[in-house]
Every structure is written in structure tokens, then in C-alpha cells.
């Protein structure tokens, strides 16, 4: 059998540096892939928990004002009562 030429050789090596780069790249990149994938796991975590955070805010703030309004009442209701009184 005769010997491939020399230049064959050489381009069977560079296709075999070749394929081992790319399966190196492949890996770097599901990693770096993989990587960002946590990263916005982690920010939507943190999205919902300031969601969560902002709706309980505002039902806190809504809560004080009707609070707020009823106390009104009671204190314009409250001199009215004083003439009621029997003292």
C-alpha cells in the first residue's frame, strides 16, 4: 500500500486541531450558556420578589389611608357627639 503524501497528513492534523477546538468552544459555550441561564433565574427571583414586595406596599398604604379617611370621620363626628353628651 502506498504512503499518503506528506501534505495530506499535515491537513489530516490541522482537521483534527480543528475538531478538537470546536468541541472545546462547544463547551465553553454551553457553560458560559449555562452560566447566564442562572443568572436570569436569579434576576426573575429577585423581579417577583420586588413584585411582591411593592404589591404588599401598596396594600399596606391603601389600607392606612382608608384608615386615615375613617379617622377623619370619627373626628368630624366628634364634636357632634360632645354636644350629645349629658355632662
Known amino acids: 500500500m502506498k504512503t499518503p503524501p506528506e501534505s495530506f497528513l499535515i491537513f489530516k ?3 483534527k486541531k480543528a ?7 462547544q463547551r ?3 457553560s458560559k450558556l449555562a452560566n447566564m441561564n442562572n443568572e436570569l433565574e436569579r434576576l426573575k427571583e429577585q423581579i417577583a420578589a420586588q413584585q411582591e ?3 404588599t406596599t401598596l396594600e399596606y398604604a ?3 389611608e382608608e ?5 377623619k370621620v370619627e373626628v368630624a363626628n366628634a364634636p357632634s357627639l360632645k354636644k350629645k353628651s349629658f355632662h
Do not use: A
Not at 19 to 25: H, V, Y
Open 13 to 15: 492534523e490541522e482537521l
Open 19 to 25: 475538531r478538537l477546538e470546536k468541541e472545546r468552544l
Open 28 to 30: 465553553e459555550y454551553e
Open 53 to 55: 414586595l411593592m404589591k
Open 62 to 64: 391603601i389600607r392606612l
Open 67 to 71: 384608615n386615615l379617611d375613617s379617622f
